[in-house]
């Protein structure tokens, strides 16, 4: 315990240093993007309306769906994690805190990519956005380490997971010409292989063992509900977060159709393998989600909306028979133990996702899309001056590398498996960072406690000693929780 | 439990039976709506902007509003039936369950009134919000049943319910021309009565007896009221969904005044008619809501803000003596059970609505509000050619019936006679369908708790115990909860 | 207990004396705003779209940032507040029931001040927003209280404080002409040094004593987590509400840097200064939304993102040390008790945000505003015709009073001295009248507790207890919670 002081001191140092960091490269690197700039005339009218004139139409909006992907972070991810019957002040305060933190690395990887010698990089509603979504990343990597990690090792682990999540999607976004509206691959399967992965090394040295405070309690799964219904009624604005117009309604209808029809069948596959029919908590929890991870590649396509609900019904049924089978295999076998079970809800739907994504892709036609094929796909524009012209002056469309439907499947799965690839190195690399003692390291039995992180009151858990009052001594203040 | 045991197996089976017939008449009836559809060139403009033109208006964007409903559906009625001490998981998780399986009907039924033998119907941003209207309604009929049902009694009435909620919408609002912009009679008048029906009963069969299970915990009135609140702080977005530009500001204004009256006046009857003048939880978890049901089909009237500070507060009062002294009576006269007191949140308040609607028709005058008269009531709209002419061109007002304010007013009384009748006579018929043992039965030891349901881990509720750490024995893999 | 009984009725009596009142008022006083009118000829159109034409611009639209708002006072204040172990049903409720009387008074105050002879004062989705907003002055100084007040007492103090906020609100930003963007002065500061005013009075009386239920359990302290991340990540909305275009969207950027610094650094400080380098909920609850207030005033200037993240770090870092070193001597040297720790959130910050603002004031020039200095600022616009014409022409900027950078800076901290004074007078005079015994008093062993303002039911904390069922007699009702 005296050896956690010292090292608990170290952290904090820590903590504060990364918050100077990166106050500093803020300062170094970011500005006010021109919608956000009081000194940008194209802000400023002719009069009328306070002058205003640049509005913004209502279907490029990002306020539309801006705060419902908020909520999902801090609310949906902060309490789904909150199950553990004595671990939930961690669960949402470190979700807390580690967001806070990883926003604004997220921010910054993102002005790193746009940068420009002669200029700061511009911050706009647009990348407070994708920050959101780029923070979901390291949030799902540590659903698998929930518990047993100091946090300073999970704010180590977000920032290298942050680098390598904005390098891969460079990749697979801009290099690779891929689609990824929900981000099934480059958050979610990402997230999960990477956690998985640091997690694995963490096995390596300490065999997983039981521990007795890995469980739930009455109270915390119905706490745990907050984050799931709060993720799960916003995932269609998470989906079409990055769509406009026709593409943004579909992607809302298909994540609908797809996390509705998850439910259901994960609530049946529930009970299905369980004893006496009933439902488990943990599947409710997570499967029902499955999809809308599952729906995410192909959130903007023509998929149908059968096709929205069949993956959905797909997700779900996998996601319940990983946590039944899957998850204690890959414990015993791989000694990868998965607190939250995240390879169940956004690893194997991840993939799942990306796949379907292919699928697809590789169906898409001119036939049903017209030519906003080429708005969606724009690697499958033709690049051939001849049959652009028309495209381009009437519809805006862009030259791009005359791709075919097939061409493009094929790159989607390429980028799958660069992504998952990815994920897995350079989450091993973590994991043996992560080791290392700089962020300390928590003991056997700090496990899955509230008590390593949290300066806990002792509780009068029954009524009566409530009743009876026992004071503490006369002359110490009153607020004891100070 | 055997038998159960048994039941549960087929209860399961039914479950995947449920979605498996969604998908296959999603697939066979419903397809994406031009707004929402890639090859639907109008969606597609003349450069600039990604090519997008059509661009919705701000004040007929269904995404201004339908968030905040989506959250009352999930999060509000869910939370709300969390009171129950030892029903919390399955109040939270049914409705999860429930919504996600009546969604999808919803949508279909929708469909089908809009069916044409040549086209699929189709699927938009505006039918996923009267979806979740839609859902409202049976999640009403669920409590006053809930805790005495299995889950599949529940989805069956459910379906029945949504298809009789059809009907009875349709002939009110298109063959009858009758407005109810909150409904407040559609909605929940309906839910309210044929639920009681419902219970009606199975109250035939077993006299309701006073159970031990039924009542609340510290914490499980806590939970509750963050289903209350969050239906209490949107439901200005409910009863204003589907309206437009003034009519919308205005219902919001008006329900926003109604709700905040009869917010007031439930607490204080509440601590009027309690011992030491003290509030009473489900007073306040319920009857704080009544006037947002009460405003509900004048919500986008003329009422003046005091008229929606008066219904609200008389709504108040009445939930709160109904819950004091006619729920008591009901039960034991008529052995109508209604475990959360829909009667007095939805079914008064919602009749109170449906009169308050009508009053308000009946004192409705161009002059007050002048040829947006005929947008609100269209039925009032002049027939003839010769005074059509002008409001027509001007302001594209249709062609109507010439009702005058009496007229119209007398139409809105009759609608929600007819509304409550198919209400009490489908919820007859229903409930004695759910009676027969195809969707399993609870018995009376299994009521209002969640070990009928769930899979409940022992708890170790003493801190001491979890402490000691009393380990399961060693080879068994940890994670307990899966 | 009998006399309290007798008070009891009495605070009934009033609680319905106030909502009649508030009817009274609102039909004497209010109607609809045009935008909310029916009979108003520009709100319908010349055909299509139903008639409409008057459409909001999405900039301006009210109801993109108003739900975030509404949730950031209900459920977030109400939620955080629910931190004691004993209180959380008060309060959650008494926020609720304050709200719903504070926004009537609210709207009416402001109706008040707009009020014209000849016309009632117009109600529209703009005075909903600045209700809400004014509500939340109250509900902090509520924070003060808590735990030592009846409900009465709070109502009364509450109508008073808003009138008061009104009378300084209108000084400050129309005869002053000072901004205030997010309210650090008007609602944050005001708020807290009025509540501590009050609760001087209190302490004059009786000395603070160490209270038994002061202090939280596990389970109220995760109830409290969802106040504080609601209204964590809604505060850029809050901030925001005000202003419009490139202002807003800088307003969000700021408040969002900011509030993510203060987290950080709340954290760290909340170790830093903690037994065993552990985290303390009390700290994470408040401190961490230190930033959202101290980028108030300045929210929507060019402070620069790391100027944001600078003010917000400060934040956190002065409110956890007020927390752990200020409060302590305030209570003991000034007999000021402050249950939820205001003075550290809202107070201090508040000064901070008052002054960060006079120094960005101080800085602004016209080469980095460009002319919506003149907007922003609308004080320090010319005066004279020459200079102003082609401004006002092109931008719509009204003529001001010429006023320099550094007046502006200095009108913007006389307000702060202003805002701080009449809080402290008005205050001290609020809680000299609440003392008296019109509206009830509670004793010291009811302080705290639940058990003063609920009809608690006993709880049957122990499983076994449920268990056996101990039935309360055949023939009573079941429902023993009505």
């Given at each position: 315990m005296g050896m956690f002081s010292v090292s608990g001191k170290q952290q904090v140092c820590q903590l504060f240093f990364v918050q100077v960091i990166l106050i500093v490269l803020m300062g170094a690197l970011m500005t006010y993007g021109p919608e956000a700039d009081?000194?940008?005339?194209?802000?400023?009218?002719?009069?009328?309306?306070?002058?205003?004139?640049h509005v913004k139409k209502p279907d490029t909006d990002p306020l539309r769906v801006y705060p419902n992907v908020h909520v999902m972070i801090w609310i949906g991810f902060g309490f789904l994690m909150t199950f553990l019957r004595r671990y939930g002040q961690s669960a949402i305060g470190l979700t807390f805190l580690l967001g806070a933190i990883l926003i604004q690395v997220a921010m910054i990887c993102e002005g790193v990519t746009n940068f420009q010698i002669d200029s700061a990089s511009p911050l706009s509603l647009k990348s407070l956005l994708n920050a959101d979504v780029a923070v979901a990343t390291p949030l799902i990597s540590m659903g698998a380490l929930l518990g047993k990690t100091t946090y300073m090792q999970l704010v180590f682990m977000g920032i290298l997971e942050l680098i390598m999540f904005t390098v891969n999607k460079y990749v697979g976004?801009?290099?690779?010409?891929?689609?990824d509206a929900g981000d099934s691959m480059f958050v979610h399967a990402f997230g999960a292989y990477f956690g998985l992965a640091v997690s694995f090394v963490f096995g390596m040295k300490d065999k997983p063992k039981e521990h007795n405070l890995e469980g739930a309690s009455y109270n915390s799964d119905i706490f745990a509900m907050i984050g799931t219904v709060f993720l799960w009624l916003f995932w269609p604005s998470f989906n079409s977060a990055a769509l406009q117009g026709d593409d943004q309604q579909r992607a809302i209808i298909n994540t609908l159709l797809s996390i509705s029809s998850s439910c259901v069948i994960a609530f049946a596959t529930s009970a299905l393998v369980s004893k006496d029919s009933k439902f488990n908590m943990v599947h409710v929890q997570n499967?029902?989600?499955?999809g809308g991870v599952a729906i995410?590649?192909?959130?903007?396509?023509?998929?149908k909306p059968v096709g929205a609900l069949a993956v959905g019904a797909l997700a779900g049924l996998l996601s319940v028979l990983g946590y039944k089978y899957l998850t204690p295999l890959i414990q015993k076998r791989l000694r990868i133990h998965d607190t939250c079970g995240v390879h169940n809800l956004h690893g194997m739907p991840g993939v799942l996702g990306g796949i379907f994504g292919a699928l697809m892709a590789g169906l898409a036609t001119e036939a049903s899309y017209d030519y906003s094929l080429y708005e969606i796909f724009?690697?499958?524009?033709?690049?051939?001056e001849a049959k652009l012209a028309e495209m381009r002056d009437n519809y805006g469309i862009s030259a791009g590398f005359n791709r075919t439907a097939g061409e493009q499947a094929g790159y989607q799965l390429l980028v799958l498996v660069i992504t998952v690839g990815i994920a897995i190195v350079s989450g091993l690399v973590t994991g043996l960072m992560m080791r290392m003692s700089i962020c300390g390291l928590i003991s056997e039995e700090q496990k899955f406690d509230d008590e390593a992180n949290w300066e806990l009151e002792e509780e009068a858990t029954q009524e009566s000693k409530i009743k009876e009052g026992n004071s503490y001594g006369g002359d110490q203040l009153p607020m004891a929780h100070i």
């Open positions: 009081a000194n940008s005339l194209k802000n400023h009218g002719q009069t009328g309306d306070h002058g205003r004139k976004e801009h290099l690779l010409m891929v689609v499967s029902t989600l499955a995410g590649t192909a959130a903007g396509m023509m998929c724009p690697a499958r524009a033709p690049n051939s």
